[in-house]
């Protein structure tokens, strides 16, 4: 079956650094793949999606990088502040279909 | 600008009792509407979506069911709760065009069935 697997440990780093959060799926051929920050209590906002077409996608301080030949795709925060801790769940769809995969997420603490 | 609108916040309710849970969207027409669980530490699990008034589609077989009776309004509803019903309910919505994608989420409802 379709699986996403995000890495259930939380992550932990200083702030300034770049934060690198890891998204691998499998028995699946993705036509986009997003990223959403969900804080706690409240639902997901989106943030990037990238089509398998693609290699890289930035906006602001993130970047996203999609592997097809891994089924991976690498999120990465640069510059990161305290505001950047939340979890970032990872998503896949075909195109239009309707039903998106979510992963469970990844926790991000960055500390001042 | 688009805003959507979850409520209640927060429920709690007795195992056999009835659900209804409601979205509404504003800001935008023809919306792609959603329904989703969120378990704790586990992903987003879709439970319906809807293109249109009076169009539901369901992911996963259940008690629960779906209703859309005007453009931009979603229910969620239950006749007998169980046990297994609590969680974290979010309401989303997408762009005609944009079908499963770049999802724009309510608040959420914290549903716990005792």
């Known amino acids: 079956s379709q699986k996403i697997e995000q890495n259930s440990e939380a992550l932990n780093i200083q702030e300034g650094k770049t934060a690198t959060l890891t998204c691998n799926y499998t028995?699946?051929?993705?036509?986009?793949l997003q990223w959403y920050r969900q804080d706690p209590g409240r639902g997901p906002v989106f943030l990037l999606l990238?089509?398998?077409?693609?290699k890289e996608k930035r906006k602001e301080r993130l970047k996203v990088t999609f592997d097809t030949t891994l089924k991976q795709s690498l999120f990465h925060i640069t510059a990161s502040q305290p505001a950047d801790s939340a979890t970032y769940l990872c998503?896949?769809?075909?195109?239009?279909?309707?039903?998106?995969?979510f992963g469970a997420g990844t926790r991000l603490f960055v500390k001042a | 600008s688009q805003t959507i609108h979850q409520w209640p916040a927060t429920l709690v309710q007795p195992v056999g009792s009835p659900l209804s849970l409601e979205c509404t969207v504003e800001?935008?027409?023809?919306?792609?509407l959603y329904w989703y669980r969120q378990a704790a530490g586990r992903g987003l699990q879709l439970l319906f979506y809807?293109?249109?008034?009076?169009?539901i589609s369901s992911e996963v077989p259940q008690n629960l069911s779906a209703s859309r009776p005007q453009d931009r309004q979603f229910i969620l509803s239950s006749k007998k709760l169980l046990l297994s019903d609590s969680g974290f309910y979010l309401c989303?919505?997408?762009?005609?065009?944009?079908?499963?994608?770049?999802?724009?989420f309510g608040p959420g409802t914290r549903l716990t069935v005792t």
């Open positions: 028995n699946y051929s993705p036509a986009y």
């Open positions: 998503a896949l769809g075909a195109t239009g279909g309707f039903k998106t995969i």
């Open positions: 809807s293109v249109g008034i009076g169009q």
């Open positions: 990238i089509r398998e077409n693609e």
């Open positions: 989303a919505w997408s762009t005609p065009r944009d079908r499963g994608h770049e999802q724009y």
């Open positions: 800001g935008t027409s023809n919306p792609n």
